[in-house]
């Protein structure tokens, strides 16, 4: 089991930066493929972004790619993201997910993932 929890959320003009945190109570943290996803109001949850057990690999959605930075402290049981040049459509509640590496899968799918947190509210005001 592990257990998720996001911190880092508010509200913020457009343009702006936040640092999004998620923290896992886990010690084999660093075998987790780590995500973030997020949910606008009225959307189905999307995905931002993953990184891989070592940091070696990270992936992102189009609409953030450029803007938002995933990364992760293993020592600190923590990820990250990094999040500037913010949009108002990067409103949303985001996520923190965990799950063993899938091989030959895509991180950015979001049945694989077994473990979320509850979720961190972002607004961006235009």
Not at 10 to 16: F, N, P, R, S
Not at 25 to 50: I, L
Not at 100 to 114: K, V
Request: include cysteine.
């Amino acid at each position: 089991q592990v257990q998720l929890v996001e911190s880092g959320g508010g509200l913020m003009q457009a343009g702006g930066s936040l640092r999004l945190s998620c923290a896992a109570s886990r010690r084999t943290f660093s075998s987790y493929t780590m995500a973030w996803f997020r949910q606008a109001p009225g959307k189905e949850r999307e995905f931002v972004a993953a990184i891989s057990r070592n940091s070696g690999s990270t992936y992102y959605a189009d609409s953030v790619k450029g803007r938002f930075t995933i990364s992760r402290d293993n020592a600190k049981n923590t990820i990250y993201l990094q999040m500037n040049s913010l949009k108002p459509e990067d409103t949303a509640v985001y996520y923190c997910a965990a799950d063993l590496p899938l091989p030959g899968r895509a991180p950015s799918i979001l049945t694989d993932y077994d473990y979320w947190g509850q979720g961190t509210q972002v607004t961006v005001s235009s």
